[in-house]
């Protein structure tokens, strides 16, 4: 098994900036399809510091972080889901996939090894296996019958053509079709091999993750089929997903609250969203028609309040300090008086709660169908160690004209700082 690796801090030292991972250091995100089914979608790679892009870096000719063996552990907001080995890449429409094994947290791995035989072989059994069709019962009435077992070992011998088929479940999964560049001495690696008490990932397909099995459990009674898996089965889950053989060992980011402290940070941030998309909709739909009366308008208060639906609210704790950040994703529409349609907007709210309760404005993205060339559509899929350092990172999804992108943002005090931004694509 071939690893590369880094000078971690002493044990039970708190991972801080300057012990951050130098990488290489892959982030990717997990598709899982209700069936159990996994995909890797790369995304960034750090190395010495800096990000690049996962699906263009050392492409030679397949990318880095989709080499076979790589090993990426799932980890939905730092808590980990299982882990998936790399197979083969696959590349189409310009993108890079993953194909390859999932292993979810708590499963047991499929075991390849040989089981020990109840009885010792004798002399006259050795050479080719032979498949023994239903074990007679003589054998087991009359013990004393064994001096016998040579002429039963015959019996089978008119099915020669039968061992043939089991080495075959051994080297099937294991094809990748991409050439294999020359080694480069220089070249770094990422994680590889399959991790201790799961080195046959790379062999076999795993079970179905636990989540799905108890999903399907449930959705076993007709009655409760649309509940249960509803959300699931629609659409992939997307898991972000690292690969970094001596990175720092993950941590939860949730936050834990009461009810009342979640609805109170609910209502604060629909309050300052609201905000938000009223100075959206001035500049925009109201101020652009040059009209004196629909500036008047605005300002006497004739606009009446957004009308929420989807609407996300993460409560993170990135920082392991007991401090929160806050993001809010939503949908709304501003009614507007004298406008027959209103456009629906997309925000993206993102702050930080002092010792007070008091939120602080970090970042926020308002845009609508008619702006997406301006300001992109940003949706959040998780918190991510993007570094190495410990400290959770913002992962989002960015929608534009110009397709789809991901963007790592790390939590500042005041304005989240951008660490990597993808190219759009289709």
Known sequence: MTVFGWVQAGVGQYARKDTASKGPRAIGLLQLSANGKATLLPISIMVNGKFYDAAAYKAAPVPMALESGTVYEALRTGKSLGLFTVTSALTGNGRWLGAGTWLAAGATPPSTAHKAETSPRLEEEEGPPVLRKGSPKPPEDKPESKPSSPATASEPTPTPAKPA???????????????????????????RGAPPKTASTSKKVAAVPSGDKNAKAAAAPPAKRPTAPAPAVPDLQLVPAIS????????????????????????????LAAGEIRKKAEETHIVSTGSASNRKRA?????????????????????????????????????????????????????????????????????????????????LIDAVDADGDSRGE?????????????????????????????????
Request: net charge negative; glycine share 8%; no cysteine.
């Open 244 to 271: 970094d053989s001596g990175g720092p060992e993950p941590r939860s980011y949730s936050y834990d609250m009461k009810p009342e402290e979640e609805q109170a940070f609910r209502k604060k941030m629909l309050a």
């Open 394 to 426: 913002l992962l989002f999804r960015e929608i534009s004209d110009a397709g789809s992108a991901y963007v790592i943002y790390r939590v500042g005090a005041d304005q989240l700082w951008a660490l990597y931004e993808g190219t759009p694509s289709r």
């Open 299 to 379: 300002n006497t208060g004739k606009l009446l309040g957004p009308n929420f639906q989807d609407v996300q609210l993460h409560v993170l704790d990135v920082g392991g300090n007991n401090e929160p950040v806050l993001v809010l994703t939503a949908k709304a529409g501003l009614p507007q008086t004298g406008q027959a349609n209103s456009p629906e907007y997309y925000i993206t709210l993102v702050t930080r709660s002092d010792l007070y309760g008091e939120l602080r404005k970090l970042f926020s993205a308002v845009t609508d169908q008619g702006h997406l060339d301006v300001t992109p559509r940003m949706e």
């Open 165 to 191: 088929a089991s080495p075959t479940s051994v080297t099937a999964p294991t094809a990748t079709p991409e050439p294999t560049a020359p080694e480069d001495a220089d070249r770094p690696e990422l994680r």
